[in-house]
């Protein structure tokens, strides 16, 4: 395994750009699964599970609620169980201490904030289902999105039977109708002026470095996420000096066509990521003793 943490830091190093690709693995690697049915999910939101047989937070941010208060009570609890946090999880910190030297952008359909969290630049991050801590106008009257934050926290510390006071419930303030969470559950998803530009921003990165090399770290990404793993296959096989890296628990693919240009890691994302960087220190090690023991020549 370590000659195969070897050469992914090798390709990392040598890259010109690397676009890191991440999906739901990526969270379940720091303990989020908004998909499962869970320990986690029924200490959290299990009132929600009882009374409205929601059984995963993706169900639940899809569900329709009796009310308008229920629904914050739900969108304001998830989010201070995965969005309202004072650090970065290992995990993400591991993340940026592997690529933050290198000129890299990101592309993810994770909503969970947890990017720019651990350092990664606003300009730099592509969310292409939106970002659970941002509001939209439900009507979609007009394309802004607004911080949630204040709104969000003060209404997860104040519910009460599985709702909200009637008047911290967020109001759009150009027509007056209801919000909703920023996140791709419906067809009112906003695709404002920000999102196209960090969409635009991801296309010209892929293209500055379309002759050079370029790296695309895909994390926990799986088979039925085509927006971000069908197009990293594809550029990889039609650019020249590109490589694919994909890491992910069980649920690895490479198609023959780019098995020369491509290197799989199945295992824990968390503790592959944890070994890289590990890897990357003792080798950073190695090279300074190499520097100071070469003896000085004349």
Request: proline share 3%; aromatic share 12%.
């Amino acid at each position: 395994m370590e000659e195969k943490y070897g050469k992914v830091l090798t390709k990392i190093e040598e890259a010109d750009g690397i676009v890191i690709g991440a999906s739901n693995g990526l969270s379940i690697s720091e303990g989020i699964h908004i998909f499962a049915d869970n320990s986690a999910f029924r200490e959290n939101f299990g009132d929600f599970r009882e009374k409205y047989s929601i059984r995963s937070i993706i169900q639940g941010c899809s569900y329709s609620f009796p009310s308008e208060e229920e629904k914050w009570a739900f969108y304001s609890r998830m989010y201070e169980y995965f969005l309202y946090k004072n650090e970065a999880s290992p995990v993400m910190k591991n993340l940026y201490e592997l690529v933050k030297d290198k000129n890299f952008f990101v592309v993810t359909s994770n909503i969970d904030n947890h990017f720019r969290q651990a350092g990664f630049p606003k300009e730099r991050l592509f969310e292409i289902e939106g970002n659970g801590r941002n509001l939209q106008c439900t009507n979609g009257c007009h394309h802004q999105i607004y911080p949630g934050d204040e709104i969000l926290s003060e209404m997860a510390q104040n519910q009460e039977n599985g709702k909200v006071p009637l008047n911290l419930i967020p109001r759009c303030p150009e027509c007056d109708g209801l919000m909703q969470v920023h996140i791709e559950v419906n067809q009112n998803f906003l695709r404002d002026q920000s999102w196209q530009t960090s969409y635009q921003t991801y296309q010209d990165f892929i293209y500055k470095f379309r002759d050079e090399k370029l790296v695309f770290l895909e994390l926990g990404v799986g088979a039925r996420n085509q927006l971000i793993k069908a197009p990293f296959m594809k550029l990889t096989h039609v650019q020249e000096h590109a490589t694919y890296i994909t890491l992910n628990k069980g649920e690895l693919y490479i198609p023959d066509v780019i098995a020369a240009k491509s290197i799989g890691i199945d295992g824990d994302t968390a503790e592959v990521l944890q070994q890289l960087v590990q890897f990357k220190k003792r080798e950073l090690v190695c090279r300074q003793r190499t520097v100071f023991s070469t003896p000085e020549t004349d």
